[in-house]
């Protein structure tokens, strides 16, 4: 990959058109989806967290899913799966650049 290729891609819960997308959990439910696609594959007891490869989360009041593209080059039909959910449902996708929560 080269130095031009986002690390992270953002799917924003907002259409082309800007409306909100439904459901409201929609992103928490492709997360959910997506749980056992992780560095060292499955594991017992993964399905009940997050992968770090696609984790919900809410930027600006905006529901949205930051995808790892770590996750293309381990789990390729799971990217696909997860750039065809964003296409199919019309939703906005862009480089996402995550910083970490400071503390204290």
Same mark, same amino acid.
């Given at each position: 990959?080269?130095?031009?290729?986002?690390?992270?891609?953002?799917?924003?819960g907002?259409t082309?058109?800007?409306?909100?997308?439904?459901?409201?959990?929609?992103?928490?439910?492709?997360?959910?989806?997506?749980?056992? +696609?992780?560095?060292?594959? #499955?594991s017992?007891?993964?399905?009940?967290?997050?992968?770090?490869?696609? *984790? /919900?989360?809410?930027? !600006?009041?905006?529901?949205?899913?930051?995808?790892?593209?770590?996750?293309?080059?381990?789990?390729?039909?799971?990217?696909? +799966?997860?750039?065809?959910? #964003?296409?199919?449902?019309?939703?906005?996708?862009?480089?996402?650049?995550? *910083? /970490?929560?400071?503390? !204290?």
């Open positions: 990959m080269d130095s031009n290729t986002p690390k992270e891609i953002c799917i924003q907002i082309s058109q800007g409306r909100t997308f439904r459901p409201s959990d929609w992103a928490e439910r492709l997360a959910g989806v997506m749980s056992s +696609f992780r560095p060292g594959g #499955a017992p007891g993964s399905h009940l967290s997050y992968s770090p490869w696609c *984790v /919900p989360t809410v930027i !600006g009041g905006v529901k949205c899913v930051v995808v790892n593209s770590q996750l293309r080059e381990h789990e390729p039909m799971a990217w696909d +799966f997860v750039m065809n959910f #964003a296409r199919d449902n019309d939703l906005q996708v862009g480089e996402a650049c995550l *910083v /970490p929560e400071r503390r !204290g």
